[in-house]
């Protein structure tokens, strides 16, 4: 006998019918002689919706009360379709992240899982009942709900499949898996049948946004076997472990990207020693996170010193560092906001040359300039004038042959 949990998202409970098909697949998988337990989201909107109100009564309502709200949504789906599931035939319990309980830090809104007492869901299932946990929630030691952070019921369900020794964890969404690349820009993206945890991390954080990136931190470190599928259509979906597939010779794995860049430069900086520390500590105490950096020497014993950091804190960031070229004597400060980075990312690059100046060529052929280079194991981004986003991802796609099926099923 297997236990899977089973994680379904918003869209996939988003209205009295999808929940009833839901109760059918469950159904379905428990009368294959496994033990499910079933993570749910609020209705699809719910949250947010739940977010507005709160919005509408204060401004800037605690946390505390925020927690209290927005855990609410997932209330309603676990009640609704435990009862879609005693409806036909199945016996089924809900319960609160509280009720489990899913123990976590007092820090509401983005609260940590300390710990998870699995006692009740293990008699529920060996009663052979179905387990159904809300999501995103859990409770401090005072007795306070806290909530997970957005999208936080895919760490709930890793979580309880950590803390339940599961099989393997189902995400089921609107997709139905993890692409090489995204699909709205390069149509001949493939599914993967397996990526390892590094990749996806990889992938997520660059912007394929399929699963909440601290769940899969998770699922790597307490190394759940997670499955990314469809809830909608029938198929084994993509299967993250740690494991590199033996039958894969892909040498890369997907190519992700990042739309929200932006870059600043700070030319004719004295190159001495505390000179980065100096340039970047500022951004830090403004709580602005840097992505890139790139130092380089000049002739002259100055260096220029150029950065990335998230669209949206670009003026913050030219601000700041104005203050700091003239507090340094430095020469200027440039920036630009029409940029974007593009990375392939595949554990296959660990061994095996040349896959730089494949992916340098593709982008030549192009006629695209490259901006910056950064490089890790895993990986190699590059940073790109906007306009070239789609033609960079698709000449990379192919370039990888990222469209041909190389992997066994
Ligand atoms: N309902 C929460 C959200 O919208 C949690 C989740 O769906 O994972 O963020
Ligand atoms: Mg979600």
Redesign the pocket.
């Known amino acids: 006998m297997a236990l899977y949990v089973y994680k379904f ?2 869209t996939s409970v988003g209205s009295v019918e999808r929940i009833k098909s839901v109760a059918e697949k469950v159904k379905k998988a428990q009368a294959q002689g496994d033990q499910i337990v079933v993570v749910l ?2 209705m699809s909107g ?3 919706r739940l977010i507005a109100l709160a919005k509408e009564m204060q401004a800037q309502p605690t946390e505390r009360e925020m927690d209290v709200l ?1 855990s609410t ?2 209330q309603v789906t676990v009640a609704l379709l435990s009862m879609a599931l005693h409806e036909i035939g199945c016996e089924a319990v809900s319960y609160t992240g509280g009720q489990v309980k899913i123990l976590t830090d007092s820090t509401y809104t983005k609260a940590r899982i300390k710990a998870i007492d699995d006692i009740k869901m293990r008699a529920d299932l060996d009663a052979g009942k179905v387990v159904v946990v809300a ?2 929630q859990g409770v401090d030691e005072h007795g306070n709900i806290t909530t997970l952070g ?5 760490t709930t369900a890793v979580a309880l499949a950590a803390a339940l020794k599961a099989d393997e964890c189902h995400i089921y969404t609107d997709v139905d898996g993890v692409y090489t690349t995204d699909p709205r820009v390069e149509p001949k993206a493939r599914r993967l049948n397996h990526i390892t945890f590094e990749e996806m991390l990889e992938m997520a954080s660059l912007g394929s946004k399929v699963l ?1 990136i601290r769940s899969v931190e998770f699922a790597g470190k307490y190394n759940v076997a997670l499955r990314v599928l469809s809830s909608f259509e029938e198929g084994c979906g993509t299967l993250i472990t740690y494991e590199e597939s033996q039958m894969e010779s892909a040498l890369i794995s997907g190519i992700a990207f990042n739309r929200d860049e932006a870059k600043l430069t700070i030319t004719g900086v004295p190159d001495l020693p505390g000179v980065a520390y100096k340039i970047l500590g500022p951004i830090a105490d403004a709580n602005i996170e840097v992505d890139m950096i790139v130092q380089n020497i000049a002739d002259d014993a100055t260096t220029d010193f150029t950065f990335t950091v998230h669209r949206n804190d670009y003026l913050r960031a030219k601000t700041i560092l104005e203050e700091s070229c003239a507090a340094l004597g430095a020469r200027k400060v440039t920036g630009d906001n029409a940029i974007v980075k593009v990375s392939i990312v595949g554990v296959g690059m660990r061994s095996h040359a040349g896959i730089a100046s494949t992916m340098f060529k593709a982008l030549a052929s192009e006629g695209i300039n490259i901006r910056m280079i950064a490089t890790s194991e895993i990986k190699i981004s590059v940073v790109v004038d906007e306009k070239y986003l789609e033609l960079a991802v698709r000449a990379l796609h192919a370039a990888f042959e990222l469209d041909q099926v190389i992997e066994a099923a």
């Open positions: 998202g918003g989201s609020a719910e949250t947010n927005i949504g997932e999501g995103f957005r999208g936080g019921s895919d909440q």
